[in-house]
């Protein structure tokens, strides 16, 4: 009886090793490559062992390097402006939107809702051009702005799609209560309704992050000035000489995955939290 | 059909927790228990006792900490449910949403292999038992609750398991389903003798249903024995409190012996019965316990006397049927219904008296048993 | 839910105004673009009436990238599910390890398109790939090949990449469906004698049933909408054989400097796409009393 046990219980631990495999190779060969120095990437070999291991390639990132065009700390810091203020901004206009349509009833309010949902469904570059030349009439081309505008627009169908599911499971009860309590509308919301729909936002904040960060197209179309690179414009510059800096490529983009990563790992629950609602939610 | 035998099957959950006292939770204390082949056993018990730790652990959900289970001589402790041959009922009747009535039914019989002629057969003898024929085409999404848990009964009992087991299954119905259920689940049992392992919060469905009820507190076995011997003699003060409704009172005493007579003095100071038990007893406290509907009671005329203890009504309950009503004795409230419709109101004064013969006597925690001695041998 | 029918306005303009400012405009002005000429030494526009739907439609390039398109998005979404369902199922028998093992599995999903592109391009690499390196050594290939030229093998190559990175959502997706099975109804199943595989099956599967479908829609949607991996790692070559439809686009707009064209190529992506979305909304909303 044991026995049959144990034959039973391999080839899904098997199964499942494999694909635990498949999903974290990439990122450990990376890694081995970006700790070895450039002259040891030229010879086969097939160890996941960094031989020998240095740190020079991640040194390299923090001094810029004008004649390759690389300059990581300035990218690094575009990405974090765009993505943080873009962030913040479409958690402020999402959350109340999503309020919006969870509690109240007004003109139209089908038709917006639908509305912002059903774009969502067009891909990124169909809205490229017209923006492309509103942004050059604008004069926000090369700007902060350009981007944090197109990524926190991007955000929010998804955005109010979750938090608007929140507010739903949400009882009106107690804002309800303090209501008759004698607060106003806006104060039930912010201090009543929005502390119970925190995973909520927090899981919004999350996928905002994880959208914006590792954004191109529109930062490929918008910046063309190297200083105003983001990061995923920036790994690009690794690849512009004749062979490409492999070294550079794979530290830049093992040093662009860690605030990522780092974000996911510590808030974790709150995203798959938000999933799971969503796709229960029928 | 089969006879099972529970050899010290116990649980303990062991947690991380801060707290080093509430690490090793004893879910179910180690028990034996032999069921012969088709008695309807009711494990009976609050929320929290075990009963269905119990359950599961016959059932093979749960691995026992200890002991084995025993299906007709052969031990099953280490097989996988689908291996037992048993069958089981749920709360929430766990029918398959995307088959129908007949597909319900017919689905333990695909999954063993029977041919479909055969199953056809079957599945129609089984509709008619449970009165499903009508409704074989429907999905349980169309069906009332009784009607689903005919269904699953049905599905449950198809395949002849040599045990039955039922958790609850009638605690989502309403009342008046409930009773009617009861009855079905009664004649069911009739006409195919299943050994059944019923399990149960509510004591009437125990009492009606059972050859055997067990008693579980807090993972303990607080007493094994038929309807009649637990409702009649209950073993402890909690299977005293639990079974019978409205409660047992439960009224603390104060035992003084006089040659081989016992008196017990309510708190208030009234004597509320001398009794004989088999065992002397020292002297000390106890807990003296009459059912409501063993109260006898007559409006107050001049003086108590005798074994009669003078009282005041404090609060009535006029249920239509009966009157449920709180009389004060010396500062302790009794529970009495009055089921000859005789007239009570707040504020009467009125005599009360314990029958011995309906008396029951606890010391700690335990029933003291009585000698069988005529009442007029208590007189004082 | 308050009848102060306009007192919910103020929360939802702001979200309301930049979607209209950022996505509808330059959606309606990317249907007015395709109904004109743009010709790339002008900012002028003139009116050309169908001209450019003529051209794109009858452009074997446009052709060849919806060809692409689609299979690139059957190939992905298809083992985007079977593997996503697979991994929930594993993931989902496990006691020890599963939060740790579950975020492992998520991080191809959560580090981005273009780490994932970079990162399989490593891979990929000519002469000192993993895979080149891997094959050599069994023996499959006497010698290294570059995947990403190959005529052949490079769309199944981006292919496998797309799927790296977003199966993990099909993954996530279906955990939450399978832990919204009823306990009991399986236990039911397991008493009644059903086999693990008949089990999955007949008995949970139908509660699958609405996550599957709308996974699947959600992610054909992102996966037909992908840009970057085959931009980054082939640029859409060998000979367009790995161009999708958006890389189409954005080299017709920004290299052909045709935003005529660009724009007529986008009205008639989207066309395809409200169709395929107005017909999956339809079977969503189908209830019949077998469905759970």
């Keep these: 009886m044991q026995v049959r046990r144990w034959v039973r219980w391999v080839p899904p631990k098997l199964a499942l090793a494999l694909y635990l495999l498949f999903a974290l190779i990439p990122f450990g060969w990376m890694l081995t490559a970006s700790l070895e120095p450039q002259t040891s990437l030229y010879r086969a070999h097939l160890s996941l062992l960094p031989n020998p291991l240095t740190l020079i390639n991640y040194r390299a990132l923090f001094t810029a390097n004008p004649v390759a065009g690389t300059d990581f700390p300035r990218y690094f810091l575009n990405s974090l402006i765009v993505v943080c203020c873009t962030v913040v901004l479409a958690v402020l206009v999402a959350v109340p939107a999503a309020y919006g349509f969870s509690r109240y009833r007004f003109f139209g309010k089908d038709a917006m809702l639908y509305g912002i949902l059903l774009q969502s469904i067009f891909p990124l570059v169909n809205f490229l051009i017209p923006l492309y030349i509103l942004m050059q009439d604008l004069g926000l081309l090369n700007t902060y702005a350009s981007l944090i505008i197109a990524y926190l627009t991007f955000s929010l169908p998804l955005n109010i799609w979750?938090?608007?599911?929140?507010?739903?499971?949400?009882?009106?009860?107690?804002?309800?209560?303090?209501?008759?309590?004698?607060?106003?509308?806006?104060?039930?919301?912010?201090?009543?309704?929005?502390?119970?729909?925190?995973?909520?936002?927090?899981?919004?904040?999350?996928?905002?992050?994880?959208?914006?960060?590792?954004?191109?197209?529109?930062?490929?179309?918008?910046?063309?000035?190297?200083?105003?690179?983001?990061?995923?414009?920036?790994?690009?510059?690794?690849?512009?000489?004749?062979?490409?800096?492999?070294?550079?490529?794979t530290a830049t983009a093992i040093a662009m995955s860690i605030p990522v990563i780092v974000v996911f790992l510590v808030l974790q629950k709150y995203f798959i939290a938000a999933l799971t609602k969503g796709a229960l939610k029928y | 059909m089969a006879e099972i035998r529970l050899e010290g099957i116990r649980k303990t959950y062991t947690s991380r927790s801060r707290d080093v006292r509430a690490r090793e939770v004893k879910a179910v204390l180690p028990l034996d228990l032999l069921i012969t082949d088709g008695e309807f056993v009711t494990i009976l018990g609050p929320s929290g006792c075990g009963k269905t730790t119990l359950l599961s652990m016959i059932v093979g959900a749960v691995p026992p900490s200890g002991g084995r289970i025993r299906v007709d001589g052969v031990d099953v402790t280490d097989a996988d449910p689908r291996e037992r041959d048993m069958a089981m009922v749920f709360q929430n009747y766990a029918l398959y949403p995307s088959k129908t009535v007949r597909g319900n039914l017919e689905f333990p019989l695909r999954m063993r292999g029977i041919p479909s002629a055969s199953r056809t057969q079957r599945v129609d003898e089984m509709a008619k038992l449970l009165g499903l024929t009508a409704l074989l085409d429907n999905y349980p999404r169309q069906l009332s609750g009784g009607q689903q848990q005919r269904v699953a009964l049905g599905r449950a009992l198809i395949r002849r398991p040599k045990l039955f087991l039922m958790d609850e299954p009638l605690s989502n119905l309403d009342a008046t389903l409930r009773l009617q259920m009861r009855t079905e689940i009664r004649r069911l049992h009739r006409e195919l003798p299943v050994t059944t392992v019923y399990v149960t919060h509510d004591q009437s469905e125990a009492m009606a249903l059972s050859d055997r009820v067990v008693v579980m507190h807090q993972g303990a076995v607080s007493q094994m024995d038929t309807p009649e011997g637990i409702y009649q003699?209950?073993?402890?003060?909690?299977?005293?409190?639990?079974?019978?409704?409205?409660?047992?009172?439960?009224?603390?005493?104060?035992?003084?012996?006089?040659?081989?007579?016992?008196?017990?003095?309510?708190?208030?100071?009234?004597?509320?019965?001398?009794?004989?038990?088999?065992?002397?007893?020292?002297?000390?406290?106890?807990?003296?316990?009459?059912?409501?509907?063993?109260?006898?009671?007559?409006?107050?005329?001049?003086?108590?006397?005798?074994?009669?203890?003078?009282?005041?009504?404090?609060?009535?309950?006029?249920?239509?049927?009966?009157?449920?009503?709180?009389?004060?004795?010396?500062?302790?409230?009794?529970?009495?219904?009055?089921?000859?419709?005789?007239?009570?109101?707040?504020?009467?004064?009125?005599?009360?008296?314990?029958?011995?013969?309906?008396?029951?006597?606890?010391?700690?925690?335990?029933?003291?048993?009585?000698?069988?001695?005529?009442?007029?041998?208590?007189?004082? | 839910m308050w009848r102060e029918r306009l007192a919910g306005l103020p929360y939802v303009m702001p979200a309301v105004l930049v979607v209209i400012a950022v996505?509808?405009?330059?959606?309606?002005?990317?249907?007015?673009?395709?109904?004109?000429?743009?010709?790339?030494?002008?900012?002028?526009?003139?009116?050309?009436?169908?001209?450019?739907?003529?051209?794109?439609?009858?452009?074997?390039?446009?052709?060849?990238s919806l060809l692409i398109t689609v299979t690139w998005t059957i190939g992905s979404t298809v083992f985007d599910i079977l593997l996503g369902m697979g991994a929930a199922l594993l993931v989902n028998q496990l006691t020890w390890f599963r939060g740790p093992i579950r975020a492992a599995l998520m991080l191809p999903y959560i580090v981005g398109y273009v780490i994932a592109s970079y990162a399989w391009l490593w891979l990929y690499q000519a002469e000192y790939g993993l895979i080149n390196e891997l094959l050599t050594s069994w023996g499959v290939l006497s010698h290294p090949i570059s995947l990403l030229s190959s005529l052949t093998w490079a769309l199944?190559?981006?292919?496998?990449?797309?799927?790296?990175?977003?199966?993990?959502?099909?993954?996530?997706?279906?955990?939450?469906?399978?832990?919204?099975?009823?306990?009991?109804?399986?236990?039911?199943?397991?008493?009644?004698?059903?086999?693990?595989?008949?089990?999955?099956?007949?008995?949970?599967?139908?509660?699958?049933?609405?996550?599957?479908?709308?996974?699947?829609?959600v992610m054909t949607l992102q996966n037909f909408n992908t840009f970057t991996i085959p931009y980054i790692m082939t640029s859409g070559g060998p000979l367009n054989h790995t161009e999708i439809v958006s890389n189409y686009i954005y080299n017709d707009a920004f290299t052909n400097l045709d935003f005529g064209g660009a724009a007529a190529a986008s009205v008639v992506v989207m066309i395809i796409l409200m169709v395929f979305a107005v017909l999956y909304v339809g079977s969503l909303t189908r209830r019949q009393p077998g469905v759970v």
């Design chain 1, 162 to 249: 979750i938090l608007k599911s929140f507010f739903d499971g949400i009882p009106t009860d107690m804002e309800m209560s303090a209501r008759l309590d004698g607060a106003s509308a806006w104060r039930a919301f912010v201090e009543i309704a929005i502390p119970p729909a925190m995973p909520g936002i927090v899981a919004t904040a999350i996928f905002t992050f994880i959208l914006a960060w590792d954004e191109y197209l529109y930062a490929l179309t918008m910046i063309s000035t190297s200083s105003m690179r983001t990061l995923p414009l920036g790994i690009f510059a690794y690849f512009s000489e004749g062979v490409p800096n492999w070294s550079g490529l």
């Design chain 3, 156 to 217: 199944p190559a981006v292919i496998l990449v797309n799927i790296w990175k977003t199966a993990p959502f099909a993954m996530i997706m279906f955990l939450a469906g399978l832990q919204s099975i009823p306990e009991q109804t399986v236990m039911a199943a397991e008493l009644d004698g059903a086999s693990k595989t008949r089990a999955f099956f007949e008995i949970k599967l139908p509660y699958l049933r609405r996550v599957i479908i709308i996974t699947s829609v």
């Design chain 3, 23 to 64: 996505m509808s405009y330059p959606f309606l002005y990317c249907i007015y673009l395709s109904f004109r000429a743009t010709p790339s030494y002008t900012t002028e526009t003139h009116f050309a009436g169908l001209a450019n739907y003529g051209a794109v439609l009858n452009d074997p390039v446009f052709l060849n």
């Design chain 2, 233 to 380: 003699r209950p073993a402890n003060l909690f299977v005293a409190g639990f079974v019978g409704a409205p409660a047992m009172n439960l009224l603390p005493v104060s035992l003084a012996s006089s040659g081989r007579n016992m008196g017990c003095t309510l708190n208030g100071g009234s004597v509320a019965a001398i009794l004989r038990p088999r065992v002397p007893l020292a002297a000390g406290g106890g807990v003296l316990g009459i059912r409501p509907k063993h109260v006898e009671w007559q409006p107050s005329v001049g003086r108590t006397q005798g074994p009669w203890m003078s009282s005041t009504v404090l609060e009535t309950d006029d249920t239509g049927d009966d009157t449920l009503f709180y009389a004060d004795v010396g500062g302790q409230a009794v529970t009495v219904l009055e089921r000859r419709g005789r007239a009570v109101a707040v504020g009467d004064a009125i005599a009360i008296r314990f029958p011995e013969e309906s008396v029951h006597l606890f010391v700690d925690g335990n029933r003291v048993e009585m000698e069988d001695v005529p009442v007029s041998a208590n007189v004082v």
